[in-house]
Structure formats: structure tokens, C-alpha cells
């Protein structure tokens, strides 16, 4: 896309990413997610789940929480699909504390945003 001068779109890229992650294709996927922040697309909410979702098909836990925490310091939000997939993923692995880490953390937003009558 790029060569041809066309701006990548967030949209079209998260579908791709999407696709990717249910082939399981990490080395692409990575690639593809990489070559979308060089590139200056949005990263949005979308994306970094497609991002987790690979890494929860592949069991890479250390990349996983590197995503999450990138997501924290860019204030992109983690939705339930974002806190669920880490939870699976760590129960994969057998990572049991941290799995109700992130439960935890999930269940302190969803009050947060019910205190200030975010649906």
C-alpha cells in the first residue's frame, strides 16, 4: 500500500491482523502490526486485540503483557475481549496469579465506568 502512496486504513489493517491471528500466523501478523504503527496508521482497541488474540493462539504470554502494557501508556483501552483473552492466555500457560490480576483489574474498570454511568 505504502509504495503506491496509499495510506493504510485501521480498519482494513485490523481485518488483516484478524486473519492472520486465526491462521496463527505470528511472524506475519507481527510484521504486519509492526509495519502498521511505522507507517503511522491509528492503533486503536481493534488492533491490539488482534494482536492478543494471536498471541493467545501461539501461548506467547511475555508479548501479550508487552501489547497490554502499550496499550496502558497510549491510553487505548482494554475492552472485555482484551481483558478475557490475557485471562485465557495466562490460564493456558498456567500463569494462575496472573490471570486474577487481570480479572481483577477488569472487574475495578467495570466499576469505575458504572460509578460514572459509562454503559
Known sequence: ?????IVPDVHACSALLTV???????????KVFDEMAR???AMNTHVY???LHVCLKVGDAALAKSLMTKMD???????RFSFNTMI??????????????VRERMENESRLMSSHGTP
Not at 501508556?73 to 475492552?79: G, I, Q, R, Y
Not at 485465557?88 to 490480576?101: D, S, V
Open 39 to 41: 507507517a503511522g496508521v
Open 88 to 101: 485465557a492466555l495466562y490460564c493456558r500457560k498456567g500463569m494462575q496469579y496472573e490471570a486474577m490480576c
Open 49 to 51: 486485540n488482534a494482536m
Open 73 to 79: 501508556a497510549t491510553s487505548v483501552p482494554l475492552d
Open 20 to 30: 492472520l491471528a486465526r491462521s496463527r500466523m505470528m511472524a506475519t501478523t507481527r
Open 1 to 5: 500500500m505504502r509504495a503506491r502512496s
